[in-house]
């Protein structure tokens, strides 16, 4: 399977994106996804994490009040909403897969990554 995370872009403080995480080669309803960010030098960051029913999610701290996790089944694609968007926002966006069960919070854990997208957040 292959991952295609989409939806980055430039917004201004306090704006909202809507990431979009797809599949192709297989069914992304057979994962477990996870989003994590990445800024320059440093490691990828947990961001949230969802189970196989979309009934399961996590989202880490700093995010958790902002930030959404859901995905739909039926479009076979898993999505981030993030709201109340801070420059400290500003990273590269991964999405990412597992087909061992339960859900899963750091990137090593994960088998299969997409390209990444951008987020800006000016100030």
């Known amino acids: 399977v292959q991952l295609q995370a989409s939806g980055g872009g430039l917004v201004q403080a306090g704006g909202s994106l809507r990431l979009s995480c797809t599949a192709s080669g297989d069914t992304l309803n057979r994962y477990i996804v996870g989003w994590f960010r990445q800024t320059p030098g440093k490691e990828k960051e947990f961001v949230a994490a969802?189970?196989?029913?979309?009934?399961?999610?996590y989202t880490a701290d700093s995010v958790r009040d902002r930030f959404t996790i859901f995905r739909d089944t039926a479009e076979n694609t898993a999505y981030l909403q993030m709201n109340s968007l801070k420059p400290e926002d500003t990273a590269v966006y991964y999405c990412a897969a597992r087909d061992r069960y339960g859900l899963a919070f750091h990137h090593n854990e994960y088998d299969i990554w997409g390209q990444g997208t951008l987020v800006t957040v000016s100030s």
């Open positions: 969802i189970n196989l029913s979309g009934g399961g999610t």
